[in-house]
């Protein structure tokens, strides 16, 4: 293998890399994971499975993973690819298939199987069948049923197909997919606690569970911002007087020596921002206005620009911190490695194989013996060396076949100290996979993203935050004023009988509450306390707030995702999710310890480790070969020609993405092999790369005449991947997200009645996720209080001294 600059183990800056990837090796020994799946999801959730310390045995076939041959910048190496050597650390590896005996058996007595066979195979749900203490997870990119699953398809278009394409980009240029391969990393990261909550279920119970999962609706979820969910609140309709497509402004900006990345979420933020660039006349301006900047981008730009291309990152970086704005440095894959908040916390630790990867994105004290990680196995290396073992003793429950289990974490009482989008998703699943969830605010400090909701412009419009509403299902509400003595020793006796402990606030404000680790444990030597801070609770960056747009701009999430002729862009909407599922497992996973050692643990889990987990294919590209991932607006490493084509209409985008000589053929004969594209030079994929230019030219013609429903038709039924941009205005009309059910109807008592999006996977034991809608403000004090015991008399007090309510203060 090519080593790449950075294989040294010392910075440029001096600050020392990590040795070796030390991973829990003991919270889940004794597990046993059967692996068949190739790609991403599959490995990266049994990826985290083995850093916990559970055994992963890969199965391939003879010619094996095609990731072992996998470079997304063409580089060649000798031996297995670095992507593979990342994703398949400290697993063995046999060779053999479904149907062979010594296979099945293994099958048999496992405790875990993940697959990716083709919907059609029914693999997956039949060995959850068979055995029922099995926990199954089947990944495909549409799910195991419905009209679309024997369409062929690429993840460019499933994020067209689910509306993640059309929701991105410049109203005026053409709309753009999210790059790095982004929806599969964050399909592995979704399928995590889904796992890992119905394992512990498995364990306690023998009941085991076949968990669906595609892709289409994890991209429907985590990269649309609930469009659909927002456009249905304003009363729906297919009338659209402007493209579902926006950007955020401010955002990437340049400056003298690169990019920089803001955001300006709240009114503070904003004005933060124009102070900085000296122009404090257009604080109470139209330009406060989030909606105005991106209708007048030009304008905007030409108001920002002057000042930031005059400036360094550095001096730019400074005076925003100053200001208290989320800034960050745009990476790419060789610049992150030089972050101080990286380098001070040994975030980059050595595999292997000899390049430089992100560690696991949580911390857990107490979490047992560590070991550093295996290399990956070479095809077959431990075939028929794979210790027998007994089956897995099964519970008595099994022998009901007609009882229906609880949800995996019926039981769990979890106190949700979070706000925004990232804390409230992770634990937003915790309460979907049954934990009883008690979202903590204040009528002084509501959640952040609750205040979104003014641009409905209700009169209760703190209670239509579409995003909001579409993330804190089946929570329960309790509005605290935690600067008051009174609410301060209500939230201590919630703590004492709370089994996890979740929050994602700035550290300087949770330690002013006086929430130690020390102080939680002591009162409650049981509870699970997990921090989910945005760069961690050590390093220089510290205290810096941080959001998902700074998230992506500082670990190259953005750096692979725009047109090249554009800056950068933010994906807008898989930072946040990634952070809350990552989140949710490392919070599952203190439930394990808990398990095993009979007390409480504490977790660290940083919002932009764990974005660095899902954009590390950069990292690794740059240490391993010294090679750059770059951004090529709708094309990627993974097809050629790909790309978005308008057809006849308004706003008519194909997806097109041929990943193979095959496809290929099929697409020129569905073309009527014209003289442009039969050429003996496009029949491979090299030779598609070097004429992309002149392909699009000719599919852009072509495609201009094409009606686009008509056309996606004839090119699936060829077996050409092909898709249109959805509308995310409209997904839950879209049949395969309908025919899965991803949207359910949901009454809200502020915003009605509307199509809401539940999880991206389906359980075989769940009818429906939802239960009950988001809460309103408040909605649950009397309820929680009075099963803390608080009398009546005392909750009228409490409301009284504004300890609780309803309604925002100043309201």
């Excluded at 190496?77 to 293994?106: H, M, T, Y």
């Excluded at 495909?140 to 067209?160: I, K, N, R």
């Excluded at 995003?467 to 939230?491: P, Q």
């Excluded at 099929?666 to 392909?695: C, F, K, M, N, Q």
Aim: aromatic share 8%; charged share 20%; proline share 7%.
């Amino acid at each position: 293998m090519t080593a790449g600059p950075n294989q040294d183990a010392q910075r440029a800056d001096g600050a020392s890399v990590g040795e070796g990837v030390h991973m829990q090796a003991s919270i889940l020994a004794g597990i046993r994971v059967l692996d068949f799946s190739t790609g991403v999801p599959g490995p990266y959730v049994t990826k985290l499975l083995a850093d916990a310390g559970a055994d992963v045995i890969k199965v391939e076939g003879p010619d094996g993973d095609p990731m072992r041959r996998w470079s997304a910048t063409r580089a060649e190496f000798e031996g297995d690819s670095a992507l593979f050597q990342l994703l398949n650390a400290s697993k063995r590896g046999v060779v053999g298939q479904p149907g062979d005996s010594e296979i099945e058996e293994l099958v048999a007595t496992a405790d875990v199987v993940v697959e990716s066979f083709p919907a059609g195979s029914g693999l997956g749900r039949a060995w959850a069948d068979q055995h029922s203490h099995l926990v199954v997870l089947s990944v495909t990119p549409y799910g195991q049923d419905g009209p679309l699953v024997s369409h062929p398809s690429t993840e460019y278009t499933v994020q067209a197909q689910c509306g993640a394409i059309a929701c991105r980009g410049r109203p005026d240029q053409p709309p753009i997919h999210a790059g790095g391969g982004i929806a599969e990393w964050t399909a592995g990261a979704y399928a995590g606690p889904a796992v890992l909550s119905a394992l512990l279920r498995a364990r306690r119970t023998g009941r085991g569970e076949h968990i669906d999962l595609a892709v289409a609706d994890v991209m429907g979820i985590a990269a649309t911002t609930f469009s659909d969910l927002a456009h249905s609140m304003r009363g729906g309709g297919h009338d659209f007087d402007r493209v579902a497509r926006s950007v955020e402004a401010p955002s990437i900006e340049p400056a003298l020596d690169g990019w920089v990345g803001f955001n300006t979420n709240t009114a503070l933020q904003y004005q933060g921002f124009v102070l900085m660039i000296e122009r404090p006349d257009l604080i109470d301006t139209e330009w406060s206005q989030i909606g105005e900047r991106a209708g007048r981008l030009d304008e905007w730009n030409a108001m920002v620009h002057p000042w930031t291309s005059r400036h360094t990152v550095a001096e730019i970086i400074k005076a925003a911190s100053d200001l208290r704005v989320p800034v960050a440095e745009v990476n790419d894959g060789r610049s992150v490695l030089d972050n101080e908040q990286f380098a001070a916390r040994g975030v980059f630790v050595r595999n292997p194989g000899g390049f430089l990867q992100p560690r696991p994105p949580y911390l857990m004290d107490d979490g047992g013996e560590r070991r550093p990680a295996t290399p990956a196995p070479a095809l077959g290396e431990h075939t028929g060396t794979v210790e027998a073992r007994p089956r897995p003793v099964v519970s008595s429950l099994e022998a009901d076949s007609d009882s229906s289990p609880d949800l995996p974490l019926a039981g769990v009482r979890v106190l949700d100290l979070t706000s925004w989008w990232a804390g409230p998703s992770a634990t937003g699943t915790l309460a979907m996979l049954g934990a009883d969830v008690l979202h903590i605010e204040s009528t002084g400090h509501p959640d952040g993203m609750r205040m979104t909701g003014f641009m409905f412009g209700t009169e209760d419009w703190w209670e239509w935050s579409s995003m909001f509403v579409a993330i804190n299902h089946n929570k329960r509400d309790l509005t605290l004023d935690l600067d008051t003595e009174a609410g301060m020793d209500l939230l201590w006796r919630l703590i004492e009988s709370a089994d996890v402990v979740i929050e994602n606030f700035s550290p300087r404000v949770v330690e002013k509450w006086g929430l130690s680790w020390e102080a939680v444990s002591a009162r409650n030597p049981q509870a699970v306390f997990t921090r989910m801070p945005a760069f961690g609770l050590s390093g220089p960056w510290r205290e810096r707030v941080g959001f998902a747009q700074t998230m992506e701009q500082l670990t190259g999430m953005a750096w692979v995702t725009g047109h090249p002729y554009d800056q950068p862009r933010i994906m807008r909407g898989p930072c946040d999710p990634i952070a809350g599922m990552h989140g949710a497992y490392a919070a599952i996973l203190g439930l394990a310890v808990r398990e095993r050692t009979g007390r409480g643990v504490f977790v660290e889990s940083t919002m932009v480790e764990a974005a660095l987990n899902c954009s590390a294919e950069q990292i690794v590209e740059y240490t391993a070969y010294g090679n750059v991932m770059e951004r090529a607006g709708n094309r990627s490493p993974y097809a050629a020609p790909q790309g978005l084509y308008p057809c006849q209409g308004y706003e008519q985008w194909l997806a097109l993405a041929v990943a193979t000589d095959q496809q290929w053929r099929a697409l020129v004969e569905v073309l009527g092999s014209p003289e442009w594209a039969d050429r003996p030079e496009y029949a491979t994929d090299a030779g598609r790369r070097a004429g992309h230019d002149a392909i699009d030219e000719g599919l852009y013609a072509w495609a201009a005449e094409q009606d686009l429903d008509d056309i996606v038709a004839r090119l699936v039924a060829a077996g050409v991947p092909a898709a249109p941009a959805w509308d995310p205005r409209i997904q839950h009309e879209n049949p395969q997200l309908a025919h899965r059910g991803l949207f359910e109807m949901v009454e809200h008592p502020a915003v009605g009645t509307n199509p809401m999006p539940g999880m991206p996977y389906r359980f075989a034991s769940v009818d429906r996720w939802i239960t009950s809608p988001s809460p309103t403000l408040g909605q649950h004090n009397h309820e929680i209080l009075a099963e803390l015991g608080v009398s009546a008399n005392e909750i009228a007090q409490l409301e009284a001294d504004g300890v609780i309510g309803t309604r925002p203060k100043g309201l």
